[in-house]
């Protein structure tokens, strides 16, 4: 099993609608990133979360991190052709060791 | 100028050819990365350097090799590949601060290998 679990692993969404995406971890969360990768081509930071109940927003985009849960949720409200992509979350391991999930692929229709 | 920058882009080699991957960032960071993505599987974590010290080595097999001659360029050079190390290369860095990542990683666009 990964240390860093998402779901869905892919997700087609109607333009206008929301979605949630989830990672869960199977060891303690230090700080948990989420960043979003255009097929074939490098990762965009999204945003960190380091302490249990924090979120943090950035246009659309929100994320929380439930420490105790050892779970991260990014939620897109009114999805947008620009929000497709993969979006990754990232753990930190023992210092600058940052270990990614598989990646939830999103599709947004127009 | 994009901060990191990845050459070539595509590589298509044989298993006993030697090329190299190069990474060059201009953010004025003191660490880097080097990432491999595979088609369905997690972003695998290769190597890592601070202050051009190799930090981590993550069981990459030896014909992969890495290079970083300052902290702003990393090479990673192959001989004697596989099939199987066909994937998209990722490189990354990042700023420090009293020795560890500040977290946030900025990766370049990726070398998409070929192994024949």
């Known amino acids: 099993s990964q240390e860093l679990e998402q779901s869905p692993q892919s997700l087609i969404v109607q333009e206008g609608k929301n979605l949630t995406i989830n990672c869960t971890s199977s060891k303690t969360l230090y700080g948990l990133y989420w960043y979003k990768q255009k097929y074939g081509e490098g990762l965009i930071f999204l945003m960190m979360l380091q302490k249990g109940g924090e979120e943090k927003s950035h246009e659309k985009i929100t994320a929380k991190l439930d420490e105790k849960k050892q779970q991260s949720s990014l939620h897109i409200t009114a999805s947008q052709p620009s929000h497709a992509g993969i979006y990754l979350c990232?753990?930190?391991?023992?210092?600058?060791?940052?270990?990614f999930g598989a990646g939830t692929i999103l599709r947004v229709k127009s | 100028e994009t901060g990191v920058t990845q050459t070539p882009r595509h590589l298509v080699m044989g298993m006993t050819n030697k090329k190299s991957l190069k990474c060059e960032q201009h953010l004025g960071h003191n660490a880097m990365y080097w990432y491999k993505q595979s088609a369905k599987k997690p972003l695998e974590l290769m190597f890592v350097?601070?202050?051009?010290?190799?930090?981590e080595n993550n069981s990459v097999p030896s014909r992969f090799s890495p290079e970083c001659p300052n902290s702003s360029h990393l090479f990673l050079h192959l001989h004697t590949l596989q099939p199987e190390d066909s994937a998209l290369y990722l490189c990354?860095?990042?700023?420090?601060?009293?020795?560890?990542?500040?977290?946030?990683?900025?990766f370049g666009e990726g070398s998409r290998l070929t192994v024949l």
């Open positions: 990232g753990a930190d391991r023992k210092g600058n060791k940052l270990v």
């Open positions: 350097y601070n202050f051009k010290e190799q930090t």
């Open positions: 990354a860095s990042s700023a420090l601060a009293g020795g560890l990542s500040t977290g946030e990683l900025f």
